[in-house]
């Protein structure tokens, strides 16, 4: 059964368990923006009979990083049975309320889908496909076929070739997402493909 009214909210986090007694909730986030648990608040719970989310006030939360889980506590839950009754309920927010990025951060779906270029050629490069979480994040980009061909690089395989390309400033100064690109000024060897 779909849910047409929820269309506008985000699940950040779900409730797994009461934790101590004072009514405090353990809370497994879908979320990776921490200030969703930590930062006081209105947020909203969404329990399994309730048809929309219903607002309720974070007052404090703290991540408990052995266990990957936020510990939070809510407005008007003081009691651990009270917070058993909650165990099972997803945190949301409005869709709307994408956090504020700086202005060299992005969601990573905003990334996947950019066409890549050579910065000083306008070369097309390819397509970003995936992000991957590393100490600076990656850009895994698909080859453009044409990319591949021009630079003598054929093989017999016709697969179609990523590369994987550090998403840091020196290497992706420009990433231009009302025109879906990113230019980029990478190093010799960066975009070799290893056959």
């Known amino acids: 059964m779909t849910n047409d009214k929820l269309d506008n909210w985000l699940e950040i986090g779900k409730i797994v368990a009461p934790q101590g007694l004072s009514g405090e909730l353990r809370v497994y986030p879908v979320s990776d923006f921490p200030e969703r648990f930590e930062v006081p608040g209105k947020r909203w719970l ?3 009979d309730d048809t ?3 607002p309720i006030e974070l007052l404090t939360g ?3 990083s052995n266990k990957n889980l936020y510990v939070v506590k809510l407005a008007g839950v003081e009691n651990c049975d009270r917070a058993e009754a909650l ?6 927010v409005p869709a709307s309320d994408r956090p504020q990025l ?5 969601h990573v779906l905003d990334l996947i889908g950019l066409e890549v270029f050579m910065q000083a050629s306008g070369e097309l490069v390819g397509t970003v496909v995936d992000i991957i979480p590393a ?3 990656l850009l895994e980009v698909k080859l453009h076929p044409s990319f591949t061909t021009d630079k003598g ?3 017999n395989d016709k697969g179609q070739k990523t590369v994987l390309i550090p998403f840091v400033e020196a290497i992706a ?3 231009d997402l009302p025109s879906g690109r990113i230019e980029i000024t990478p190093p010799p060897g960066l975009l070799e493909v290893n056959n």
């Open 46 to 48: 969404l329990c399994s």
């Open 135 to 137: 100490g600076n994040d």
């Open 87 to 92: 165990r099972g309920c997803k945190l949301m």
């Open 102 to 106: 700086g202005e060299d951060e992005y």
């Open 173 to 175: 100064p420009v990433v």
């Open 52 to 54: 929309e989310p219903q």
């Open 62 to 64: 703290r991540y408990i």
């Open 153 to 155: 690089q054929m093989t």
